[in-house]
């Protein structure tokens, strides 16, 4: 459902969301970046636990609404996270045919990993379309370079063209497991000081996670199928792996 959808429906119920089940405040008249950087109009103060009886929010859920850190974190987050999967498709995209017709035998498992990233990367384009994300703007940028990437580490051969998935997963896994902790942390605080956490950040929380371990599996792959073989397999993996670091850098800010 579209965000103004959500706001009409909303409006309509008479319902007031907390801050963080809808990660941008109702004000739909500024621009997408204002909405997630900025304090949100009904960032009224939530009645801590011991409030008064009388006091009428005691009855709604006590949800403590996002600071402008908070906010600008789940920004970039699903920004990069978007980025990130846009540039695995298309490095296997260019993997895929250099070296299926090498080694045929792997055109299940480039499938199999290219589904799974095709998966991802739907799932991050509707994020930030519904939470109104800017794009990164240096899409054509990763698109290039991602292209670039697969397609020379596949002609380089079956180990090279694994070591590249192993380097890429290996920090993709780290960035997920980061922007986990960081989710948790978040929680842990809020319960610490009796709040409720929404069920969208939570569910954020749980399609990272299933994202993570989609990689990690992906990492797996790449060394049962001989990455650690490719030489030189130190310098190979570690350019891929600043390179992907400098990009997620990049991505979350640009
Ligand atoms: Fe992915
Ligand atoms: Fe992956």
Redesign the pocket.
């Known amino acids: 459902m579209s965000l103004p959808r959500i706001q009409a429906r909303i409006v309509r119920h008479g319902l007031q969301p907390s801050s963080h089940e809808l990660f941008v405040p109702t004000s739909s008249r500024l621009s997408p970046r204002r909405l997630l950087s900025t304090t949100p109009r009904h960032n009224a103060t939530i009645a801590p636990n011991s409030s008064s009886p009388a006091d009428p929010s005691q009855s709604k859920p006590k949800r403590k609404p996002l600071t402008k850190e908070q906010r600008e974190f789940l920004s970039s987050a699903l920004r990069v996270n978007q980025a990130g999967?846009l540039a695995?498709t298309l490095i296997y995209t260019a993997q895929t045919p250099p070296l299926v017709n090498a080694h045929p035998h792997l055109r299940p498992l480039m499938a199999h990993m290219y589904a799974?990233?095709e998966g991802?990367l739907d799932t991050f384009n509707s994020l930030i379309a519904k939470h109104r994300v800017r794009p990164t703007a240096l899409y054509p940028v990763w698109q290039v370079l991602a292209t670039g990437l697969g397609w020379s580490t596949a002609v380089m051969g079956r180990e090279a063209a694994m070591a590249c998935t192993e380097a890429v997963e290996t920090e993709?896994g780290g960035h997920y497991n980061n922007q986990i902790r960081t989710l948790l942390e978040m929680f842990d605080q809020w319960e610490a000081e009796g709040y409720e956490v929404g069920e969208e950040l939570r569910h954020l929380v749980k399609t990272l996670r299933r994202?993570r371990d989609?990689?990690l599996e992906h990492l797996d792959h790449a060394v049962d199928n001989d990455a650690k073989k490719a030489e030189p397999h130190w310098l190979l993996t570690g350019v891929i792996r600043l390179g992907c670091r400098g990009a997620i850098w990049v991505s979350e800010r640009v």
């Open positions: 999967e695995a799974q990233e991802h993709i994202i989609e990689e």
